[in-house]
């Protein structure tokens, strides 16, 4: 069902709208958002202050787009031919932020079983895909992607091997025209290994313990079969079965696909490196609560940290309360790679667009600016694999980028305009339109 | 005869079984017919030659009691002992009054014995299913609650074992209090003496007390109450009842024929005659807050009121010494935390670590207070091992003998109402005794015998002889010398100078020894005979079987090596100052009110007619905002604080939030539960007191959860960290309850048990609330009739009645407009006035009509999209109520976000265009408005409390931090301080986790080696059954001392 919403006249809007809330109802809807075609003739902003997050700012400068990758930046360079050009002046452009951590695609409402689609039943689901569900029409997307958030992960739940993410664009027709790359990454998560002392806790700590070890077993059982299964494959034996779980694993093994390992406290860290050792994995660590604790053990092994949610509440009553705040400052005087991230979790899909918030408040606690800036640009690209294509203003990037009135990171920043592969894409979304429905409302009284 | 020392205490165990059978036929008088031979015992007993702690304080050196069938008849140190008396000469041991054991589960059924903690499930079977836990069903005339039964009598349900009453005898005890376990109101306990008779005849009081506990059901389909202030309400609610219940019986009996016969219930005429009788109300609290809670409650109802303790009670001591009201302790001391690994300390909060190092000194810290105490063996897992360790640490920590034996034995006999017969040695009171050889309190002794109503009962040490000293063998002629030493259940014997063996079994002794010593060739002579004071007779058998004759003689007595006088570091705490909270970043006292303070040169936010002053001064004078502008001089003495640089706004006041609640913030099980309190439940424990100070946040409206159309009553308060609970409550603030609307009062995602819960659809919450308001319209009608049955105060209708009287808000969490508009029908047909609408998503839908009806809305900034009805919901929606006339607030509903509500605010600048000063009133005037408390508070203006917030830069902006939070003129908050403040904690639990290792070690029982084998000796082996520790963290139903993460928001399925 395509509904065209781009009426100006309020009465057909309306009539649409309630057309549309009836349509939501049944199984299937829609974001209002078409998505622009591709970018035919090469663009010029001129005028506005350039962050190219991996270069100093350049005060007044220009930056040129053709066919979706930047071509040209700097503080005076020539205009090609055809080219549309638009002027900036006192704007701000950066590049488009970066969630390295979400379910965005996957999940609408949570409490609405019937429109989430993040969790796969069992516990070792390393061949299920993000990509494969990943809904275009979510009205998440619009909301999150018109704060500047142009680029996510969507991430597999659940489970300890959930399966494998995707980097999306947040813009396209369908799940393969948003796919900037899938698979991204293999998700593990590492069991959760506090034993809850309360005497009314569900389990014994007894019981706790022996699911914990199980659990932990499952993960070094797993990935043992998995690498036989890999060699077997490898050398071709004759009449082999085949399992798509272990299928699943093969480019982890191969090194071709990251692994993402999923842990929060120093016992899960450490035991998640002593076994990544162990199994000869690189492995990129996500949540990381207890992180800064333990900078020297990431930086030894070399092991970068997506930090979820910096603004969490501290998870130890002994925790300082900035202690969530204050994670990314820790880990960037130490020397750790990190970015930052939301929780990813199903409840924080609709609030993606908090993401440059996060960043700032690190800041308030410790991380430079710039720095915090990175930490939502070119360190989530980096990490999530993109960094070659995204995170950062550079010839040969691709042209997704924002142009702001300030500060994207901090209030009252709008984002005036966005492009996605340089197609300039629509901010307006669900919220907007329900704004202006509204607004009409008390606007004929 | 061959036997070791351990086979003899077997044996021995035998005997005296044996021993007991003989002696336990009555003599008192009893209205059994009597079966076979009667059994008349004389029953005149002289203990003498002893030394006699009549009561605490009072010693008889050497003296005698005489008892007379079962009463004690004399005690003095030259009384006439008659010649038909029995005597026993306790020469070198102490007599004690007998001890009184102030709370027992003693001959309970199981369905009266506490409910396990946890379901009993085989976590291994997939399709295991819990156990079942026995209960009693409710029959006949009771009340409608399951857990309120004050009407069982602990009494008529003893079955009385005697392996159990032995258990507690051998430590000392002659008497115990049986309580009932389960439930609210649980009934009334028993006073027993331990004497092995026939229940009637143990039964010293049938009815002692009624025991009320703060349980509740922690599923949500438990039934009524889910939840701390349900059962509070219950508690109160069953008060009343029991009052009007006998008023209305009186009336009805008087005249019958008039009025319309009101029921019979068994449950409350037998509250009603507890209560009238002035019987203890002994209220059994889980934690140091519900201590508290117990004494609101008995002061509301003018109870007499007891407390059965916890262990935490040293920590709101100075509150508890207010009433001195007695406590039952409990002497379950934690066991060590378990630190050994560094990662697995993590898990041990402060004050976990600090109470397992205070925790035994709570006893003497209680007494200091002039807080009387009662000690009991119950809670202990080993009472045997535990009970007299754990009294004795507890003397070493400071608690006098006197006090020690007080709480055994005076102090409960007071409680019970019995101290004219237990307690003490003196003529005519019960002749209950403790025999020891020595002094318990003090050293090692052992209680050998009791006495119970005159009736003897030895313990397995009383037969013990100790063979130890220097002794002289005689044998076939020959002299050798005998030296045993060691502990008496592992000897060292020397014959002769070669090594030998020695046991005793109460007299019977055997000597096992080389047989050469006696020129009787290889192989050993085996020598048993039989003491008697210093000497030894008996005969022997060589090994050539000849039968030989031997005799020895006591020449020197044993005098054990003096064990290292060495202190344990057990027997003091760490030397750290006590806060309160306990634990980290908790205070050792609240902060300073100077005198006056002057903030100069700040940017400051007045939220008020001044508006937003650039280089602006702040006075403040006795906690009071004095003046806001340009220029301000302090007064003499007055600090002044440089404002170069750092903005000042109002406190942030945050209109809908769920910190510091006990025990659950819901009472979700019925639809209406306006009965309920969160001012009973305010938990001050709670670390996001702390944590949203460090955001700005000074006052709150803590609300009910919305699982209910018409939910709990809220309570204001004020973050004044470190304070009790009542000391945060703000004063005046206009009372309030929680309503809901929508998919969570008609349970849609609460899962396929919850569809029949009326209502279940939006239609039906209307007519419920229609109904109710009804109710209490009728209620008040009926309250002001002359005629008829006296009214019956119900405390649900009287709160709806206050808000149709207009003296209290509702507070409605609201998402979707039609029910938002049909509300505000309902009100306006009630006449009255909504105070708050909560959430309001789709307020900016209808900003005009609720503009009109004159309700706020407090709504989140840009929280959406987490369940059906927040689909609509835009981050314009504060704006657009706010510009269209509806009074706004901006609040946070989670803990999380109430740290940033000033960043919440700044959103409505972003999404809607609202200017800074509007943007921070969202959330400092608007919502003290919303509360009716902006006289107080909510805007810098002369005259009001001086709560405000120093920000490192603009309040709006997200990279800006708090570094002060001052409440009434006082600093709460200081991130200086804060940096300070964590290195001392940190400092402090390192030390205490250097105390607790080598406790750690010994329990583990290992020196290194194998971690597998420490893993099995570990105290939570499957058998051990869990007890319940009221202070961990992750109680479903959040309890104190939480790590502040354990309570859900507004995502959740229904305590938003």
């Known amino acids: 069902m395509t509904i065209r919403l781009h009426d100006d006249s309020a009465l057909p809007r309306r009539i649409?709208?309630?057309?549309?809330?009836?349509?939501?109802?049944?199984?299937?809807?829609?974001?209002?958002?078409?998505?622009?075609?591709?970018?035919?003739?090469?663009?010029?902003?001129?005028?506005?202050?350039?962050?190219?997050?991996?270069?100093?700012?350049?005060?007044?400068?220009?930056?040129?787009?053709?066919?979706?990758?930047?071509?040209?930046?700097?503080?005076?360079?020539?205009?090609?031919?055809?080219?549309?050009?638009?002027?900036?002046?006192?704007?701000?452009?950066?590049?488009?932020?970066?969630?390295?951590?979400?379910?965005?695609?996957?999940?609408?409402?949570?409490?609405?079983?019937?429109?989430?689609?993040?969790?796969?039943?069992?516990?070792?689901?390393?061949?299920?895909?993000?990509?494969?569900?990943?809904?275009?029409?979510?009205?998440?997307?619009?909301?999150?992607?018109?704060?500047?958030?142009?680029?996510?992960?969507?991430?597999?739940?659940?489970?300890?091997?959930?399966?494998?993410?995707?980097?999306?664009?947040?813009?396209?027709?369908?799940?393969?025209?948003?796919?900037?790359?899938?698979?991204?990454?293999?998700?593990?998560?590492?069991?959760?290994?506090?034993?809850?002392?309360?005497?009314?806790?569900?389990?014994?700590?007894?019981?706790?313990?022996?699911?914990m070890d199980k659990a932990q077993k499952l993960i070094r059982d797993s990935f043992q079969t998995a690498r036989s299964y890999w060699q077997a494959?490898?050398?071709?034996?004759?009449?082999?079965?085949?399992?798509?779980?272990?299928?699943?694993?093969?480019?982890?093994?191969?090194?071709?696909?990251?692994?993402?390992?999923?842990?929060?406290?120093?016992?899960?860290?450490?035991?998640?490196?002593?076994?990544?050792?162990?199994?000869?994995?690189?492995?990129?660590?996500?949540?990381?609560?207890?992180?800064?604790?333990?900078?020297?053990?990431?930086?030894?092994?070399?092991?970068?940290?997506?930090?979820?949610?910096?603004?969490?509440?501290?998870?130890?009553?002994?925790?300082?309360?900035?202690?969530?705040?204050?994670?990314?400052?820790?880990?960037?005087?130490?020397?750790?790679?990190?970015?930052?991230?939301?929780?990813?979790?199903?409840?924080?899909?609709?609030?993606?667009?908090?993401?440059?918030?996060?960043?700032?408040?690190?800041?308030?606690?410790?991380?430079?600016?710039?720095?915090?800036?990175?930490?939502?640009?070119?360190?989530?690209?980096?990490?999530?694999?993109?960094?070659?294509?995204?995170?950062s203003l550079e010839v040969g990037k691709a042209a997704t980028l924002i142009v702001t009135n300030g500060d994207p990171l901090d209030f009252p920043t709008q984002i005036e305009a966005a492009y996605i592969d340089g197609r300039k894409i629509d901010l307006t979304n669900r919220q907007t339109r329900l704004r202006d429905k509204y607004k009409e409302k008390y606007r004929r009284k | 005869m061959r036997f070791s020392s351990c086979s003899a205490r077997l044996l021995c165990f035998g005997c005296l079984t044996l021993l007991l059978s003989a002696v336990t036929s009555p003599a008192q008088v009893t209205t059994a017919p009597k079966q076979g031979i009667r059994e008349n015992d004389p029953r005149l007993h002289a203990l003498t030659n002893a030394r006699i702690v009549v009561a605490p304080g009072k010693t008889i050196e050497k003296g005698t009691v005489l008892i007379r069938d079962g009463v004690i008849v004399e005690a003095g140190p030259a009384v006439k002992i008659p010649a038909e008396a029995r005597v026993w000469d306790l020469t070198g041991k102490t007599v004690y009054p007998g001890f009184i054991d102030a709370y027992s589960r003693l001959g309970l059924p199981e369905t009266l014995q506490p409910e396990p903690v946890r379901p009993d499930v085989d976590y291994d079977d997939p399709n295991a299913k819990p156990k079942e836990v026995p209960r009693e069903s409710a029959?006949?005339?009771?009340?409608?609650?399951?857990?309120?039964?004050?009407?069982?009598?602990?009494?008529?349900?003893?079955?009385?074992?005697?392996?159990?009453?032995?258990?507690?005898?051998?430590?000392?005890?002659?008497?115990?209090?049986?309580?009932?376990?389960?439930?609210?109101?649980?009934?009334?306990?028993?006073?027993?003496?331990?004497?092995?008779?026939?229940?009637?005849?143990?039964?010293?009081?049938?009815s002692v007390a009624q025991h009320i506990a703060f349980d509740f059901n922690r599923r949500d389909d438990g039934g009524y109450p889910t939840s701390l202030m349900g059962c509070i309400a219950l508690i109160r609610q069953g008060f009343l009842d029991a009052s009007w219940y006998q008023a209305a019986q009186d009336a009805y009996h008087k005249n019958p024929g008039t009025m319309e016969r009101p029921e019979t219930n068994a449950s409350l005429a037998a509250l009603a005659d507890q209560t009238q009788r002035k019987q203890p109300m002994v209220f059994e609290a889980d934690d140091e807050l519900e201590l508290l809670r117990a004494l609101r409650i008995s002061d509301e109802f003018k109870l007499k009121p007891l407390l059965y303790g916890n262990g935490y009670e040293y920590r709101v001591r100075k509150a508890l010494a207010a009433t001195k009201t007695p406590i039952i302790l409990p002497l379950d001391f934690p066991k060590p935390p378990e630190i050994e690994r560094p990662e697995q300390a993590l898990e041990y909060e402060l004050d976990e670590l600090q109470h397992w190092d205070r925790a035994p000194s709570n006893p003497a810290r209680l007494t200091e207070a002039g807080i009387p105490i009662a000690f009991t063996a119950e809670k202990l897992e080993k009472p045997e091992k535990e009970f007299w360790s754990r009294l004795r640490l507890a003397v070493r920590r400071g608690l006098s003998k006197d006090a020690a034996l007080a709480a055994l034995t005076t102090t409960p006999a007071e409680m019970f109402g019995v101290a004219d017969r237990l307690g003490t040695i003196a003529p005519g009171r019960v002749a209950n005794l403790v025999i020891a050889n020595g002094d318990l309190f003090s050293s090692e002794a052992k209680v050998l015998t009791t006495w119970v109503d005159g009736y003897y009962y030895d313990t397995d040490s009383a037969g013990e002889r100790d063979p130890r000293g220097t002794w002289e063998i005689t044998s076939e002629g020959k002299t050798l010398p005998l030296i045993v030493e060691g502990e008496l259940d592992k000897l060292d014997t020397k014959l002769g100078g070669e090594k030998a063996t020695l046991s005793t079994k109460e007299d019977a002794i055997l000597l096992i020894a080389p047989a050469k010593l006696f020129e009787k060739g290889d192989g050993s002579v085996r020598l048993s005979g039989r003491i008697a004071g210093e000497a030894i007779s008996g005969s022997g058998e060589t090994p050539a079987g000849t039968i030989i004759r031997w005799s020895a003689k006591r020449t020197a007595v044993y005098t054990p090596k003096k064990p290292d006088e060495k202190p344990s570091p057990l027997d003091k705490p760490l030397d750290f100052p006590e806060t309160y909270p306990a634990g980290s970043f908790g205070r050792a006292m609240p902060p300073e009110q100077p005198h006056s303070v002057l903030i100069q040169g700040a940017t400051i936010w007045t939220s008020g007619a001044q508006g937003t002053i650039q280089n602006g001064d702040l006075l403040v004078i006795d906690g009071k905002i004095a003046a806001v502008g340009p220029g301000l001089k302090v007064p003499a003495g007055g600090s002044v604080i440089d404002g170069k640089g750092v903005h000042v706004t109002p406190g942030i006041v945050d209109c809908h939030s769920h910190t510091a609640i006990s025990k659950g913030v819901n009472e979700g099980s019925h639809a209406v539960t306006c009965e309920v309190r969160i001012g009973d439940v305010i938990d001050a424990t709670d670390i996001d007191i702390y944590r949203e100070l460090a955001g700005g946040v000074t006052a709150a409206n803590i609300l009910h959860g919305s699982a209910n159309p018409i939910g709990g009553q809220n309570q204001v308060i004020k973050f004044r960290w470190g304070a009790l609970p009542e000391e945060m409550k703000f004063a005046d603030a206009m009372p309030g309850v929680k309503f809901a609307l929508g998919e969570n009062v008609k349970q849609s995602n609460w899962g396929d048990k919850f569809k029949t819960r009326y209502p279940q659809t939006r239609m039906g919450v209307e007519q419920l609330i229609r109904d109710r308001f009804r109710a209490a319209l009728e209620y008040d009608a009926a309250q002001k009739k002359k005629d008829g049955l006296p009214p019956r105060r119900d405390l649900q209708l009287e709160t709806l009645l206050e808000i149709l009287n207009g003296k209290r808000l509702i507070h409605c969490h609201s998402y979707r407009q039609d029910e938002v508009l049909m509300l505000?029908?309902?009100?306006?047909?009630?006449?009255?006035?909504?105070?708050?609408?909560?959430?309001?998503?789709?307020?900016?839908?209808?900003?005009?009509?609720?503009?009109?009806?004159?309700?706020?809305?407090?709504?989140?900034?840009?929280?959406?999209?987490?369940?059906?009805?927040?689909?609509?919901?835009?981050?314009?929606?504060?704006?657009?109520?706010?510009?269209?006339?509806?009074?706004?607030?901006?609040?946070?509903?989670?803990?999380?976000?109430?740290?940033?509500?000033?960043?919440?605010?700044?959103?409505?600048?972003?999404?809607?265009?609202?200017?800074?000063?509007?943007?921070?009133?969202?959330?400092?005037?608007?919502?003290?408005?919303?509360?009716?408390?902006?006289?107080?508070?909510?805007?810098?203006?002369?005259?009001?409390?001086?709560?405000?917030?120093?920000?490192?830069?603009?309040?709006?902006?997200?990279?800006?931090?708090?570094?002060?939070?001052?409440?009434?003129?006082?600093?709460?908050?200081?991130?200086?301080?804060?940096?300070?403040?964590?290195k001392t904690f940190a400092a402090q639990r390192e030390a205490l986790i250097q105390k607790a290792l080598p406790e750690r070690l010994k329990e583990l029982g290992a020196a290194g080696g194998k971690e597998g084998d420490w893993k099995d000796k570990k105290p939570e082996d499957k058998d051990a059954k869990p007890t319940a520790h009221p202070q961990h963290r992750a109680d479903e139903r959040g309890s104190l001392y939480g790590n502040g993460n354990n309570r859900d928001n507004c995502t959740e399925e229904y305590d938003d």
């Not at chain 2, 028993?190 to 143990?202: G, K, N, R, S, Y």
């Open chain 1, 233 to 391: 494959r490898k050398s071709g034996i004759h009449g082999f079965k085949s399992d798509l779980r272990w299928e699943a694993l093969m480019p982890v093994f191969d090194g071709a696909l990251p692994l993402f390992v999923h842990a929060d406290t120093v016992a899960e860290i450490e035991a998640a490196l002593a076994w990544a050792k162990d199994a000869q994995l690189k492995i990129v660590l996500v949540g990381g609560h207890d992180a800064w604790r333990m900078t020297t053990q990431l930086k030894e092994s070399d092991t970068p940290v997506i930090i979820a949610l910096s603004t969490a509440l501290p998870s130890r009553r002994d925790d300082s309360y900035d202690s969530s705040f204050s994670d990314a400052a820790r880990l960037h005087e130490a020397g750790v790679r990190f970015c930052i991230a939301t929780n990813g979790r199903e409840s924080g899909a609709p609030h993606e667009r908090n993401l440059p918030y996060e960043a700032s408040m690190a800041s308030a606690f410790g991380l430079p600016k710039e720095e915090a800036l990175k930490s939502v640009t070119l360190y989530p690209a980096q990490l999530l694999g993109v960094g070659d294509q995204l995170g």
């Open chain 2, 139 to 206: 029959k006949g005339m009771h009340s409608w609650n399951a857990k309120v039964t004050p009407e069982r009598k602990a009494a008529d349900y003893l079955n009385l074992d005697k392996k159990s009453m032995r258990k507690l005898r051998d430590l000392g005890f002659t008497s115990a209090l049986v309580v009932p376990g389960r439930g609210i109101f649980r009934g009334s306990s028993a006073l027993i003496d331990l004497q092995e008779t026939d229940v009637a005849t143990m039964v010293l009081v049938p």
């Open chain 1, 16 to 211: 649409v709208a309630s057309f549309f809330l009836l349509a939501f109802l049944g199984n299937s809807h829609a974001s209002d958002n078409i998505p622009p075609p591709p970018q035919a003739k090469p663009i010029v902003l001129k005028g506005a202050t350039i962050h190219p997050v991996s270069g100093p700012d350049i005060p007044s400068g220009m930056i040129v787009f053709d066919k979706g990758k930047i071509t040209a930046i700097g503080p005076n360079i020539p205009t090609p031919e055809g080219a549309e050009v638009i002027d900036a002046s006192g704007k701000h452009i950066y590049p488009g932020l970066i969630s390295a951590n979400s379910v965005l695609g996957l999940t609408e409402i949570g409490a609405a079983r019937a429109t989430v689609d993040i969790e796969e039943s069992g516990s070792i689901n390393p061949n299920v895909r993000a990509a494969t569900s990943i809904n275009p029409d979510s009205e998440l997307i619009p909301v999150a992607r018109s704060n500047g958030i142009l680029t996510a992960q969507a991430v597999p739940e659940g489970g300890i091997l959930s399966g494998q993410s995707a980097v999306l664009r947040m813009d396209g027709w369908t799940p393969d025209e948003m796919t900037v790359r899938s698979p991204a990454a293999m998700h593990l998560r590492w069991p959760n290994l506090t034993i809850n002392r309360n005497p009314r806790a569900q389990k014994s700590v007894k019981d706790q313990q022996k699911d």
């Open chain 2, 824 to 982: 505000l029908r309902v009100a306006t047909e009630f006449k009255i006035k909504i105070g708050t609408l909560q959430h309001i998503l789709e307020g900016y839908k209808i900003a005009d009509e609720i503009a009109k009806h004159g309700a706020g809305g407090s709504t989140f900034a840009d929280w959406w999209a987490y369940k059906w009805e927040a689909f609509d919901a835009i981050p314009d929606n504060a704006a657009m109520m706010q510009s269209r006339g509806v009074l706004t607030s901006v609040n946070s509903d989670s803990a999380d976000l109430a740290r940033r509500l000033n960043t919440e605010a700044g959103k409505s600048m972003k999404y809607a265009g609202m200017s800074a000063d509007e943007a921070l009133k969202l959330v400092t005037i608007y919502p003290a408005r919303q509360l009716h408390i902006e006289a107080k508070t909510g805007s810098l203006e002369p005259g009001k409390e001086a709560d405000f917030v120093v920000w490192s830069g603009n309040p709006l902006s997200n990279y800006t931090y708090v570094k002060q939070t001052w409440i009434d003129g006082r600093k709460y908050f200081d991130r200086a301080e804060d940096m300070e403040a964590r």
